[in-house]
């Protein structure tokens, strides 16, 4: 079986899978969830504090309009997303043990790291299509708030505007792949669902903690944390500029100068060691040990 024909039977497995539309379906109610939020409370009369300065409500609905919407949408692709995104990198896996069809899986493909491959090609372009669905859903939303404030009007859509959306775009892509990535290996060392999940969410939840408490102790603890993914995801997601007053989900600009992290180029790189590590690991792994073993599901 050639990799078109091993992709398009992985794309057909988890586009049949109720957890793949699952998952793409609370994206888009989180997206809805939340601009409806920050729609209602940008009805208010008055101004808030916002990193020590005064945002008047009526600037935080304009964050909303079409012209400065989709960073917002990225920026919960990015965090609440992820999450999502770990789900699928490891159910995508670890589901195979679970049903015990690895054995079958690998021999109908002529070869284990081929169909590990087209699989993770698959999901990387589901994980992919879910973001850019996100982003779509946040500009039709912004559409309807832009329509019902003044009128729609689109001189703004210039190619430099869509360049930067673009940009925005890939960002967030890539920040949430050393998670996919994770999960992606874990499912494989683990042989289940829930050891990718449970590895993926963990280091998602727990990394930002322990950070924490690194930085509130002397050298060398203090600098490990601008070595770790939470770090250094902050940093490239802080390109993606958010109009003021908007929720941003992760450290201002100020936290992170005086955190001393590394600039978005190193925080590239150090990603996508992290990245190589984990599928290095998880390939590895499933090209030399016993694959008929079953897992826990």
Same mark, same amino acid.
């Given at each position: 079986?050639?990799?078109?024909?091993?992709?398009?039977?992985?794309?057909?497995?988890?586009?049949?899978?109720?957890?793949?539309?699952?998952?793409?379906?609370?994206?888009?109610?989180?997206?809805?969830?939340?601009?409806? $939020?920050?729609?209602?409370?940008?009805?208010?009369?008055?101004?808030?504090?916002?990193?020590?300065?005064?945002?008047?409500?009526?600037?935080?609905?304009?964050?909303?309009?079409?012209?400065?919407?989709?960073?917002?949408?990225?920026?919960?692709?990015?965090?609440?997303?992820?999450?999502?995104? $770990?789900?699928?990198?490891?159910?995508?896996?670890?589901?195979?043990?679970?049903?015990?069809?690895?054995?079958?899986?690998?021999?109908?493909?002529?070869?284990?790291?081929?169909?590990?491959?087209?699989?993770? $090609?698959?999901?990387?372009?589901?994980?992919?299509?879910?973001?850019?669905?996100?982003?779509?859903?946040?500009?039709?939303?912004?559409?309807?708030?832009?329509?019902?404030?003044?009128?729609?009007?689109?001189?703004?859509?210039?190619?430099?505007?869509?360049?930067?959306?673009?940009?925005?775009?890939?960002?967030?892509?890539?920040?949430?792949?050393?998670?996919?990535?994770?999960?992606?290996?874990?499912?494989?060392?683990?042989?289940?669902?829930?050891?990718?999940?449970?590895?993926?969410?963990?280091?998602?939840?727990?990394?930002?903690?322990?950070?924490?408490?690194?930085?509130?102790?002397?050298?060398?603890?203090?600098?490990?944390?601008?070595?770790?993914?939470?770090?250094?995801?902050?940093?490239?997601?802080?390109?993606?500029?958010?109009?003021?007053?908007?929720?941003?989900?992760?450290?201002?600009?100020?936290?992170?100068?005086?955190?001393?992290?590394?600039?978005?180029?190193?925080?590239?790189?150090?990603?996508?060691?992290?990245?190589?590590?984990?599928?290095?690991?998880?390939?590895?792994?499933?090209?030399?040990?016993?694959?008929?073993?079953?897992?826990?599901?």
């Amino acid at each position: 079986m050639n990799m078109g024909r091993l992709i398009a039977a992985e794309f057909f497995k988890l586009r049949k899978r109720m957890m793949t539309w699952v998952l793409g379906l609370l994206l888009i109610a989180l997206v809805v969830l939340l601009y409806s $939020i920050v729609w209602s409370i940008s009805s208010r009369t008055g101004s808030f504090l916002d990193e020590g300065q005064r945002i008047p409500y009526e600037q935080l609905r304009r964050g909303l309009f079409l012209e400065t919407g989709v960073p917002f949408a990225l920026q919960i692709v990015a965090q609440f997303g992820t999450l999502l995104a $770990i789900i699928l990198a490891a159910g995508a896996v670890g589901s195979e043990y679970a049903w015990g069809t690895v054995r079958l899986m690998a021999t109908a493909s002529s070869g284990r790291l081929r169909l590990l491959t087209a699989r993770l $090609i698959v999901v990387c372009g589901l994980v992919a299509m879910g973001a850019l669905l996100a982003a779509l859903v946040a500009m039709l939303y912004s559409t309807v708030i832009t329509a019902t404030n003044g009128g729609v009007d689109f001189s703004f859509v210039t190619r430099a505007f869509v360049y930067d959306q673009v940009l925005a775009y890939g960002r967030t892509l890539f920040i949430v792949a050393p998670y996919v990535a994770l999960a992606f290996g874990a499912a494989i060392a683990g042989r289940s669902t829930l050891a990718g999940v449970g590895a993926g969410i963990g280091v998602a939840f727990l990394e930002p903690l322990v950070s924490g408490l690194m930085r509130l102790g002397g050298e060398p603890w203090k600098s490990m944390p601008n070595y770790l993914i939470d770090s250094n995801r902050d940093v490239i997601l802080l390109q993606n500029e958010i109009p003021a007053g908007l929720p941003s989900f992760g450290p201002s600009a100020r936290a992170l100068r005086d955190r001393g992290v590394h600039s978005p180029a190193e925080a590239a790189m150090i990603l996508l060691v992290y990245i190589a590590v984990f599928l290095a690991f998880g390939f590895i792994l499933y090209r030399r040990r016993d694959i008929t073993a079953g897992g826990g599901g």
